[in-house]
């Protein structure tokens, strides 16, 4: 089945969109290898793809060989997996664009990993402060890229980017089932 991966620093709103995304289908299933906490956890939606959770920035407080080992297990899965058709990078939509986040994006673009980004918790900015917010990321985000990747605006409290953001999973679903 397909798998898209959701990744983002700390605090980014990636448990809240996980759980808007999940609840608002009402059919969200872990199927990870049973053990202690897991590293990387799969989500089953709709019985047609994944949503993958990886920790990705959150490992603020190990030590830096747990973290080493946690990005290489990360790298090598986001780096192998066949079937992962996109990772979604979180960005707090009040944000600049972080040099984290950046690097990262960085990465998965030197290694052919498809991705797209996700802007969090748009509720926070004042209508039309959101549009500008997008705007100044993106001229930021130019300076590296030649282009944007897809992206999507979302707020996890009101709900609000979520159907877009499913379609446009199912859109890529699709082409994948053709292909
Ligand atoms: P994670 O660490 O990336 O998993 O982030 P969480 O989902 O735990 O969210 C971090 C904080 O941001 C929490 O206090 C959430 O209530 C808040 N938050 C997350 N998403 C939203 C959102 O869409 N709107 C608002 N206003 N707050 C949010």
Redesign the pocket.
């Known amino acids: 089945l397909p798998e898209y991966a959701f990744i983002?620093?700390?605090?980014?709103?990636?448990?809240?969109?996980?759980?808007?995304l999940t609840n608002k289908k009402g059919l969200a299933m872990t199927s990870s290898t049973p053990g202690k906490t897991q590293l990387i956890n799969h989500f089953l939606i709709n019985e047609n793809w994944y949503l993958v959770d990886l920790p990705g920035y959150?490992f603020a407080r190990v030590s830096k060989t747990e973290k080493e080992n946690f990005q290489k297990i990360i790298y090598s899965y986001l780096e192998k997996r066949e079937n992962l058709l996109c990772t979604f990078v979180?960005v707090d939509i009040r944000h600049a664009p972080q040099k984290i986040d950046l690097e990262f994006m960085q990465w998965l673009g030197e290694h052919g990993v498809p991705f797209s980004i996700i802007f969090?918790?748009?509720?926070?900015l004042k209508k039309g402060a959101d549009d500008k917010a997008v705007e100044t990321y993106k001229e930021e985000f130019l300076k590296t890229w030649e282009e944007m990747p897809p992206y999507f605006v979302?707020?996890?409290?009101?709900k609000?980017g979520l159907e877009d953001l499913l379609s446009f999973i199912h859109e890529i679903n699709q082409e994948f089932r053709q292909s």
């Open positions: 983002g620093r700390s605090n980014v709103g990636k448990s809240s969109l996980i759980n808007a959150g979180l969090t918790k748009a509720d926070k979302t707020s996890s409290s009101k609000e």
